[in-house]
């Protein structure tokens, strides 16, 4: 009885008389995006090209990955093309060169990440350590001016000066004392040939993006750092570098959402039958099986299966970046 007198008083609280918050008057979605519209027109008119463009050439094509899973014919079209299922997957995992591309796929990106994922970190800490402009600018000039060069002019400079009486080659004889022809027919120097080139290629272009991130970095940092005696060295190693982390953990994010997949262009025109054995990837294989030998749905199956793969990696690097770091692009 005394706990129900208790519960009936007027300064006790019950599931029935707990005071309820009050509600927030709830506006419809549909209303709130039809007043945004409405305000940002012009924006949303800019972005239509924008949409159709990736609607049209990005999305659309896409049921045609169709094709790995049939026997296409192109005079019988996708729908009369007989289904086989997975059959071009099998047959790729139980191909002669099913371990051969994956390997020089996996390594040469490797390659990249090791050397050419931080040969721009690197260029960019020491151009931000340049207090000299001129000289500043001009070393930015010099390493730029590779980007904009065609990429077909790019491999026929590399066959010139790989070729028997090429600089390269010369210098590596001078150093080693030994006797080469044309190193490209050589399949031991491919993948340091491929990877130097392309960060000499565009170690000038990606080291844009860190020399930005630096700018943003407030310079009572370093103001602070040197009224304490700390060196250039160790501003970089405590300031610098963990100020640009973000950005360097998005790109990586990215560069190892790539791993599986290599620029076949540049390998095409470089590589010949002496160096398949570290030259030929899943980008190429799928060029000769799909153009030369038109296997059009084998070519496809393997394309598919190499996407899928980026795509885990991207999810995986992502998730694990974002557990340790809170940056992550989703």
């Given at each position: 009885?005394?706990?129900?007198?208790?519960?009936?008083?007027?300064?006790?609280?019950?599931?029935?008389?707990?005071?309820?918050?009050?509600?927030k008057p709830k506006f419809k979605?549909?209303?709130?995006?039809?007043?945004?519209?409405?305000?940002?027109?012009?924006?949303?008119?800019?972005?239509?090209?924008?949409?159709?463009?990736?609607?049209?050439?990005?999305?659309?094509?896409?049921?045609?990955?169709?094709?790995?899973?049939?026997?296409?014919?192109?005079?019988?079209?996708?729908?009369?093309?007989?289904?086989?299922?997975?059959k071009h997957f099998i047959d790729?995992?139980?191909?002669?060169?099913?371990?051969?591309?994956?390997?020089?796929?996996?390594?040469?990106?490797?390659?990249?990440?090791?050397?050419?994922?931080?040969?721009?970190?690197?260029?960019?800490?020491?151009?931000?350590?340049?207090?000299?402009?001129?000289?500043?600018?001009?070393?930015?000039?010099?390493?730029?001016?590779?980007?904009?060069?065609?990429?077909?002019?790019?491999c026929g400079m590399i066959h010139?000066?790989?070729?028997?009486?090429?600089?390269?080659?010369?210098?590596?004889?001078?150093?080693?004392?030994?006797?080469?022809?044309?190193?490209?027919?050589?399949?031991?120097?491919?993948?340091?040939?491929?990877?130097?080139?392309?960060?000499?290629?565009?170690?000038?272009?990606?080291?844009?993006?860190?020399?930005?991130?630096?700018?943003?970095?407030?310079?009572?940092?370093?103001?602070?750092?040197?009224?304490?005696?700390?060196?250039?060295?160790?501003?970089?190693?405590?300031?610098?570098?963990?100020?640009?982390?973000?950005?360097?953990?998005?790109?990586?994010?990215?560069?190892?959402?790539?791993?599986?997949?290599?620029?076949?262009?540049?390998?095409?025109?470089?590589?010949?039958?002496?160096?398949?054995?570290?030259?030929?990837?899943?980008?190429?294989?799928?060029?000769?099986?799909?153009?030369?030998?038109?296997?059009?749905?084998?070519?496809?199956?393997?394309?598919?299966?190499?996407?899928?793969?980026?795509?885990?990696?991207?999810?995986?690097?992502?998730?694990?970046?974002?557990?340790?770091?809170?940056?992550?692009?989703?």
């Amino acid at each position: 009885m005394e706990s129900i007198q208790e519960l009936q008083q007027p300064g006790s609280q019950t599931a029935a008389t707990k005071p309820t918050r009050p509600t927030k008057p709830k506006f419809k979605r549909s209303a709130l995006i039809r007043k945004d519209v409405k305000k940002n027109w012009f924006a949303y008119l800019l972005a239509v090209p924008v949409l159709a463009w990736f609607i049209i050439f990005c999305y659309g094509p896409m049921w045609g990955v169709l094709i790995a899973f049939k026997d296409f014919k192109p005079l019988l079209g996708f729908a009369q093309s007989d289904w086989v299922g997975f059959k071009h997957f099998i047959d790729f995992f139980q191909g002669p060169y099913f371990w051969r591309v994956v390997k020089n796929t996996l390594l040469l990106n490797v390659w990249g990440i090791v050397f050419g994922f931080t040969a721009p970190i690197i260029l960019a800490l020491l151009l931000n350590e340049i207090r000299d402009g001129r000289f500043k600018k001009t070393v930015q000039t010099i390493t730029y001016m590779p980007h904009f060069i065609s990429l077909v002019v790019v491999c026929g400079m590399i066959h010139i000066f790989t070729a028997d009486e090429g600089v390269v080659t010369q210098l590596l004889q001078l150093i080693t004392g030994k006797d080469y022809t044309s190193l490209l027919g050589y399949s031991d120097f491919f993948r340091a040939i491929y990877t130097f080139s392309g960060i000499w290629q565009s170690i000038g272009w990606e080291s844009i993006i860190y020399l930005a991130a630096m700018s943003t970095i407030d310079p009572a940092l370093y103001e602070a750092a040197e009224m304490d005696g700390i060196g250039r060295l160790r501003k970089m190693w405590h300031i610098t570098l963990p100020q640009i982390s973000p950005v360097i953990t998005i790109l990586f994010i990215f560069a190892i959402g790539g791993l599986m997949s290599s620029g076949y262009e540049k390998i095409i025109l470089l590589y010949n039958p002496l160096t398949y054995d570290t030259a030929d990837v899943i980008a190429s294989y799928v060029y000769r099986r799909g153009l030369r030998e038109a296997s059009l749905s084998y070519s496809t199956a393997v394309g598919l299966l190499s996407a899928v793969v980026n795509f885990g990696l991207l999810w995986a690097t992502n998730k694990m970046a974002k557990r340790h770091s809170d940056v992550s692009l989703w």
